[in-house]
């Protein structure tokens, strides 16, 4: 009874959810045709309004804790520079030394933890040789064997480097030999094998050990409210389990390293658990993007429902049928396993579905049911991406609007020729 009961609730959080999306859809109906009615698409626009609402529901939702943002969930100097200015906003987590080396020459933060281990030889000697970014960029790093790659590409003699140490956050119920939920990232799972760790950094001339990260994929990037009540309930059952288990092993860890160094700060989390992470002692700050630009994968979770803020249009360039109309491109599917929820959903007009033969295409993407018989050739229809900052990586700039009226254009990675990935 108790399944059955959990099962049904997790339905109605669903359904509320859809209705919630359905009304936004409505209250969004032509305000994006009137902002952009000038320019040609494809082209991809910046809802201001709704960036600015998603910003502040974070920083809510993380309470006390500071937010360093995902800079890989924008890529856009102007949108993050926009999230910085907000109460509650405190540095950035890039993706690449390259990118961390110009976001701080750009001046956009003092404060950079580069999230994935580098062996980018070049931008560490880059980085070694300016005392400047040296002191605001921190690297991550699990192993001995990352500290041997950066004195192989930089040298003895050099200013000192941050490092962070990344913390294995995966659920093993099991243990070792068990299912691994979670990604799969470090090695450093245990107290012991963190304080090791720790000791090899602060032995090490050259290296100062300033930090702890530890991202809990299997909580924050899993939506907990999907289709299926059964599945929904088995999720959420594995996170509730998952946030126990990380949640002990992380203070244990932190104990552990902080008997061999003063840390600055330990990050934890992503958009989807902000709540769960914010509750722990052991951390001091939080990462958070994606929800920042609501993309279509986040309508499955049931904390939180972002306003839809970055979104794509694309031509009606064909009418094949009654209640089928063609765009044009539209074959932006998300990184992830390959799967329908990896490809972009169709936004406005409400009431529009991809077609299971041919999905999204590089160079047409059909769309079908009952709204795509008042389409006409040359009218739009707007996407959301799957995921928040991949749709960066199609467009050279995102077109902003506030109030129904686009305000300018900032470019992105892209359209600064920048590309990291």
Same mark, same amino acid.
């Given at each position: 009874m108790?399944?059955?009961s959990?099962?049904?609730?997790?339905?109605l959080?669903?359904g509320?959810?859809?209705?919630?999306?359905?009304?936004?859809r409505?209250?969004d109906?032509?305000r994006?045709?009137?902002?952009?009615?000038?320019?040609?698409?494809p082209?991809?626009?910046?809802?201001?309004?709704?960036?600015?609402?998603?910003?502040?529901?974070?920083?809510?939702?993380?309470g006390?804790?500071?937010?360093?943002?995902?800079?890989?969930?924008?890529?856009?100097?102007?949108?993050?520079h926009?999230?910085?200015?907000?109460?509650?906003?405190?540095?950035?987590?890039?993706?690449?030394?390259?990118?961390?080396?110009?976001l701080h020459?750009?001046?956009?933060?003092?404060?950079?933890?580069?999230?994935?281990?580098?062996?980018d030889?070049?931008?560490?000697r880059?980085?070694?040789?300016d005392?400047?970014?040296?002191?605001a960029? #921190?690297?991550?790093?699990d192993?001995?064997?990352?500290?041997d790659?950066?004195?192989?590409?930089?040298g003895?003699?050099r200013?000192?480097?941050r490092?962070?140490?990344e913390?294995?956050?995966?659920w093993?119920?099991?243990?070792?030999?068990?299912p691994?939920?979670g990604?799969?990232?470090?090695?450093?799972?245990?107290p012991?094998?963190?304080?090791?760790?720790a000791? #090899?950094?602060?032995?090490?001339?050259?290296?100062?050990?300033?930090?702890?990260?530890a991202?809990?994929?299997?909580?924050?990037g899993?939506?907990?409210?999907?289709?299926?009540p059964?599945?929904?309930?088995?999720?959420?059952?594995?996170?509730?389990?998952?946030a126990?288990?990380?949640a002990?092993?992380?203070?244990?860890?932190?104990d552990a390293?902080?008997?061999?160094?003063a840390?600055?700060?330990?990050n934890?989390?992503?958009?989807?658990?902000?709540?769960?992470?914010?509750?722990?002692?052991a951390?001091?700050?939080?990462?958070?993007?994606?929800?920042?630009?609501?993309?279509?994968?986040?309508?499955?979770?049931?904390?939180?429902?972002p306003?839809?803020?970055?979104?794509?249009?694309?031509p009606?360039?064909?009418?094949?049928?009654?209640?089928?109309?063609?765009?044009a491109?539209?074959?932006?599917?998300?990184s992830?396993p390959?799967?329908?929820?990896?490809?972009p959903?169709?936004?406005?007009?409400?009431?529009l579905?991809l077609?299971?033969?041919?999905?999204?295409g590089?160079?047409q993407?059909?769309?079908?049911?009952?709204?795509?018989?008042?389409l006409?050739?040359?009218?739009?229809?707007?996407?959301r991406?799957?995921?928040?900052?991949?749709?960066?990586?199609r467009?050279?700039?995102?077109?902003?609007?506030?109030?129904?009226?686009?305000?300018?254009?900032?470019?992105?990675?892209?359209?600064?020729?920048? #590309?990291?990935g």
């Amino acid at each position: 009874m108790i399944q059955k009961s959990l099962a049904h609730r997790g339905a109605l959080a669903y359904g509320d959810r859809v209705s919630a999306v359905r009304e936004a859809r409505g209250r969004d109906a032509g305000r994006l045709d009137t902002a952009t009615a000038d320019l040609d698409p494809p082209l991809a626009v910046a809802d201001l309004d709704a960036f600015d609402a998603n910003a502040a529901d974070l920083a809510r939702r993380a309470g006390d804790v500071p937010v360093r943002i995902a800079t890989k969930s924008l890529r856009c100097r102007e949108l993050l520079h926009r999230a910085l200015q907000f109460p509650g906003y405190r540095g950035l987590m890039c993706y690449a030394l390259p990118e961390a080396l110009w976001l701080h020459r750009e001046g956009l933060s003092q404060d950079l933890l580069v999230a994935y281990p580098t062996a980018d030889r070049a931008a560490l000697r880059e980085l070694a040789a300016d005392e400047t970014a040296a002191r605001a960029v #921190s690297l991550v790093v699990d192993s001995v064997e990352h500290l041997d790659l950066v004195d192989a590409a930089t040298g003895p003699r050099r200013t000192s480097l941050r490092v962070c140490l990344e913390l294995d956050a995966s659920w093993r119920p099991l243990g070792d030999r068990g299912p691994h939920v979670g990604t799969r990232r470090s090695p450093v799972r245990t107290p012991d094998e963190a304080h090791r760790l720790a000791e #090899s950094v602060v032995r090490r001339k050259g290296f100062d050990l300033v930090g702890i990260m530890a991202y809990e994929g299997q909580i924050a990037g899993i939506g907990d409210a999907p289709r299926s009540p059964l599945r929904g309930l088995a999720v959420r059952c594995v996170q509730h389990l998952s946030a126990k288990e990380i949640a002990r092993r992380r203070a244990e860890v932190v104990d552990a390293v902080r008997a061999v160094a003063a840390l600055e700060f330990v990050n934890g989390g992503g958009t989807g658990s902000l709540e769960r992470t914010c509750r722990e002692a052991a951390v001091t700050e939080v990462a958070a993007g994606s929800g920042l630009i609501g993309p279509a994968l986040f309508d499955r979770y049931r904390a939180f429902a972002p306003r839809p803020a970055v979104l794509f249009a694309l031509p009606v360039v064909h009418r094949p049928g009654p209640d089928v109309a063609t765009l044009a491109g539209g074959g932006y599917p998300a990184s992830g396993p390959a799967a329908d929820d990896r490809l972009p959903s169709p936004h406005l007009p409400a009431g529009l579905r991809l077609t299971r033969v041919e999905g999204a295409g590089e160079v047409q993407t059909p769309v079908a049911g009952a709204a795509a018989a008042d389409l006409r050739l040359g009218d739009r229809v707007w996407f959301r991406h799957a995921k928040a900052g991949e749709l960066a990586e199609r467009f050279a700039g995102y077109h902003l609007v506030r109030g129904g009226r686009r305000v300018r254009t900032a470019p992105t990675y892209r359209g600064e020729a920048r #590309s990291f990935g």
